[in-house]
Every structure is written in structure tokens, then in C-alpha cells.
């Protein structure tokens, strides 16, 4: 079982890193369904903004999100070796574009630390788990589901 919105209890997890923006952050693992390269997946639908468009991943059709527009950091030219994260949340399958993926890694509770509030009122958004520390390496810990909910209020949509 992935418990991710606390850490308190005795079971380690398993996070799939990636880069974004020159950060690296940690997704809950059991939430990656597979890992694509971009020019790898069959794109039929024109790209907006953050919506990178449609794509068929294993014959489904899954909406992509380019995470390096969400967070101001796109490359001027498109690179078609960028990394896709399939993803598998409780309402969708859906794509997450990102500068590259690092490797998985199984963090303990008490290798995770919380993360200090920011912001004029002294919070953070929600989806921000944490700070976890493993070998020299550290990552922004994501609540994916939380993330991807289009059901956030608009202050809590701010990315890291």
C-alpha cells in the first residue's frame, strides 16, 4: 500500500523522479503506469498552452500535460526525446511532459521533511507533500492526483 499524504507511518515509498526547470521532484510510483518519450506517442490534436495536445498511448486516447509551460521553463524548440510520464490517477489516464525522468526511489518517513509555507499568507499549495533527502539527492515530493485535479481552487494552482 502507497500511503503519500502522510508519513508517518513505518512503510517506505517509492517515487519516480524527474527534472523540471532545473528541480527535481518525486512522483508516488504506484501512480505511473508507463514511461514514454514524446516522439514515441501518436499526437493528433493541436497543442494549446499547457495542454500539449491528445496522444494514443496503448489505444487509449490520453490528454497530455507539458509541466515545463505550467512551470515558465518550455524550451524554445521542442525536443522529441523529452520524457512523458503516463500516468493512472483515480479519473483519468493522462500524459505529464517533463525535462527528463531520473530513476525511482524508495524513501523512508523519516527521510521526508515538510516543507516551510511560502507565499504572502504563509501556506503552500496542497498538492506539496514534502522534502525528501536520499543520497546527497533532494526532491519536492508531488500529490500528483492532487496536482492534476481541475476541481482546485484558483490560488492553490500555483506550481513549486
Not at 514524446?38 to 509541466?67: Q, W
Not at 521542442?78 to 493512472?88: A, E, H, N, R, S
Request: charged letters at 20%; proline letters at 6%.
Amino acid at each position: 500500500m502507497h500511503e503519500i499524504t502522510t508519513f508517518s507511518g513505518l512503510q517506505a515509498t517509492q517515487f519516480l523522479s524527474f527534472t523540471l526547470g532545473g528541480l527535481e521532484y518525486g512522483i508516488d510510483f504506484a501512480k505511473v503506469q508507463e514511461l514514454r518519450v514524446l516522439k514515441a506517442l501518436e499526437r493528433f490534436a493541436a497543442s494549446g498552452e499547457i495542454i500539449g495536445g491528445v496522444a494514443v498511448s496503448r489505444g487509449v486516447i490520453i490528454p497530455l500535460v507539458d509541466m515545463r509551460v505550467a512551470c515558465g521553463t518550455s524550451p524554445d524548440a521542442p525536443d522529441p526525446m523529452t520524457d512523458v510520464i503516463i500516468l493512472k490517477l483515480t479519473s483519468c489516464v493522462m500524459g505529464m511532459v517533463v525535462d527528463g525522468v531520473t530513476g525511482v526511489l524508495t524513501l523512508r518517513p523519516e527521510q521526508v521533511a515538510p516543507l516551510p509555507a511560502a507565499g504572502a499568507e504563509g501556506t503552500r499549495p496542497d498538492y506539496l507533500l514534502g522534502l525528501g533527502q536520499a543520497g546527497g539527492r533532494r526532491l519536492i515530493l508531488v500529490d500528483v492526483e492532487k496536482l492534476m485535479s481541475v476541481n482546485r481552487p484558483a490560488a492553490s494552482r500555483q506550481v513549486a
